[in-house]
T-cell receptor, first 114, second 112 residues
Framework: EAQVTQNPRYLITVTGKKLTVTCSQN?????MSWYRQDPGLGLRQIYY???????DKGDVPEGYKVSRKEKRNFPLILESPSPNQTSLYFC?????????????FGQGTRLTVV | GEDVEQSLFLSVREGDSSVINCTYT??????LYWYKQEPGAGLQLLTY?????DMKQDQRLTVLLNKKDKHLSLRIADTQTGDSAIYFC????????????FGSGTQLTVLP
């Protein structure tokens, strides 16, 4: 089954404690992205990757890091989480070209930083 | 930068039609999408329309695009309680996850 898998689904952590949210896709997609969803603001892009070892900042990259060492994985790293990073996070993937232009989303990770 | 705007809330009675509206600013938008998010779930693509189309119909869903006014709407006919969700409008230049710009989402509540 084609899917984007995020882990964990829920996470509560303390300020300053490094964490990683994993994202994996099984569709051999080139593009992957991370978004955060906040009430009244919709989804805002944090980082994206066009292929292995190619990443770039989205609209709200401050406080986040990513890596793309393998095509299927795109982890989101919070080196020193702060309460303003409490949010719902989504990973997405899509092919570079083709007739199927759909972006596939993971189920989301709800992060609370206290 | 690009901006996509939606109203935050909409309530309708079961069986009525729902119309969710969206405006966007990027005139180079090529793909326009409607995503549905049910409580506790990820985003599900409902439908999309290319910028060279005016209308697209898919069962109970009708998408209308007014390119001149940069206005997109989603009509849900015979709205059911299972349609209660947040609906996101999104636009993209190339249709990929690299470049989606989302609206704030419209919370649709279907009343019995």
């Amino acid at each position: 089954e084609a899917q984007v898998t995020q882990n964990p689904r829920y996470l509560i952590t303390v300020t300053g404690k490094k964490l990683t949210v994993t994202c994996s896709q099984n569709m051999n997609h080139e593009y992957m992205s991370w978004y955060r969803q906040d009430p009244g603001l919709g989804l805002r892009q944090i980082y994206y990757s066009m292929n292995v070892e190619v990443t770039d900042k989205g609209d709200v990259p401050e406080g986040y890091k990513v890596s793309r060492k393998e095509k299927r994985n795109f982890p989101l790293i919070l080196e020193s989480p702060s309460p303003n990073q409490t949010s719902l996070y989504f990973c997405a993937s899509s092919p570079y070209r083709g007739t199927n232009t759909e972006a596939f989303f993971g189920q989301g990770t709800r992060l609370t930083v206290v | 930068g690009e901006d996509v705007e939606q109203s935050l809330f909409l309530s309708v009675r079961e069986g009525d039609s729902s119309v969710i509206n969206c405006t966007y600013t990027d005139s180079s938008s090529t793909y326009l999408y409607w995503y549905k998010q049910e409580p506790g779930a990820g985003l599900q693509l409902l439908t999309y329309i290319f910028s060279n189309m005016d209308m697209k119909q898919d069962q109970r869903l009708t998408v209308l695009l007014n390119k001149k006014d940069k206005h997109l709407s989603l009509r849900i006919a015979d709205t059911q309680t299972g349609d209660s969700a947040i609906y996101f409008c999104a636009e993209s230049n190339d249709g990929s996850a690299r470049q989606l710009t989302f609206g704030s989402g419209t919370q649709l509540t279907v009343l019995p």
